[in-house]
């Protein structure tokens, strides 16, 4: 089953601020995104990612937050080039510690894999 494109996306590049370590990552020579490598959920479990699929892209992107067991505890729908979802959506077994940002990148129209890359890093989570 295709996944879904996200509802949330905005056609763009954000301005973020600096402090959530928004980097670019160069996967293949037209498949780059950027992400927030510093990653604090509010109380609610509302993650700042700023995930974009860079404009000059040939893939739809889409990124899943995996927890040190490998469930899935948040994730994008698909992105189109050009577009960025600001937030992800934790779920109920989101919790303060090592977690692995996992992009997934899938050819237009065909949903064949264009490769994944995954990114270490450590969530925080409000109290």
Same mark, same amino acid.
């Given at each position: 089953?295709p ?5 949330t996306?905005v056609d763009?590049?954000p ?11 160069s996967i293949s ?6 992400v927030?490598g510093?990653?604090?959920?509010d109380s609610? *479990?509302?993650l !700042?990612l700023y995930f ?10 889409k %990124?899943?937050?995996? +927890?040190s ?5 948040g994730e994008t729908?698909?992105l ?11 779920n109920?077994?989101a919790?303060a510690?090592?977690?692995t940002l996992q992009?997934? *990148?899938y050819q !237009?129209?065909?949903y064949?894999s264009?490769g994944?890359?995954g990114?270490?890093?450590v %969530?925080n989570m409000? +109290?």
């Amino acid at each position: 089953v295709p996944p879904e494109f996200d509802t949330t996306a905005v056609d763009g590049t954000p301005a973020v601020d600096a402090a959530l370590g928004w980097a670019a990552l160069s996967i293949s020579e037209d498949y780059n995104v950027h992400v927030c490598g510093v990653l604090n959920a509010d109380s609610n *479990g509302s993650l !700042p990612l700023y995930f974009t699929n860079d404009a000059g892209n040939a893939v739809w992107a889409k %990124l899943r937050v995996l +927890d040190s067991d490998n469930e899935i505890i948040g994730e994008t729908g698909l992105l189109k080039p050009g577009q960025y979802v600001e937030r992800v959506q934790l779920n109920e077994k989101a919790a303060a510690g090592d977690v692995t940002l996992q992009i997934m *990148g899938y050819q !237009p129209e065909t949903y064949y894999s264009a490769g994944s890359v995954g990114l270490a890093t450590v %969530l925080n989570m409000a +109290d």
